[in-house]
């Protein structure tokens, strides 16, 4: 997660960007779907995360990681996001399923237009999610397979 630029100033940043991004990313592999529940998760197992991260100022606001979260480069973090999951599962041997989805609860938001649609790719041994990649509107889903195989370093 460090490849991903921290997008406040660097004055007063009294949490670690890069250890923000892996617990809202772990928060949220262990079911929690919000950010202060993913907060809150974070705060339940500082023990244990200590083990891994320093942690060094405890647990950023919601505040902070909202901010943090609205400013982020969206294709830095998918980038990076992508490479960190292919690190820890080897993508040589292992069966690969694409699905797409239409992110239908984005339809509120974009009045007039076609539903978000984002390509998966999923280890099936694992269940898994290694990869995703946003679908232009005026792309399909068999165009993008490509760029999202190259992604994965297949």
């Known amino acids: 997660m460090r490849m991903v630029m921290d997008p406040r100033c660097g004055r007063k940043t009294l949490h670690d960007h890069a250890e923000i991004l892996t617990c809202l990313i772990v928060g949220y592999l262990a079911g929690r779907n919000s950010i202060r529940r993913c907060l809150k998760w974070r705060e339940n197992h500082e023990n244990y995360l200590k083990q891994h991260m ?9 505040a902070t990681v909202s901010r943090i979260l609205g400013n982020i480069d969206e294709e830095m973090f998918c980038l990076a996001f992508i490479e960190w999951m292919t690190g820890i599962l080897s993508t040589k041997g292992i ?3 694409i699905d797409g989805k239409a992110l239908r609860g984005g339809m509120e938001k974009i009045k007039g237009r076609q539903a978000p649609y984002i390509l998966n790719a999923i280890d099936t041994a694992t269940e898994l999610v290694i990869a995703q990649l946003p679908i232009a509107e005026k792309e399909n889903e068999i165009t993008a397979i490509p760029r999202l195989l190259e992604l994965l370093n297949i």
């Open 54 to 62: 320093e942690l060094k100022n405890g647990i950023a606001s919601p």
């Open 95 to 97: 069966n690969i399923a």
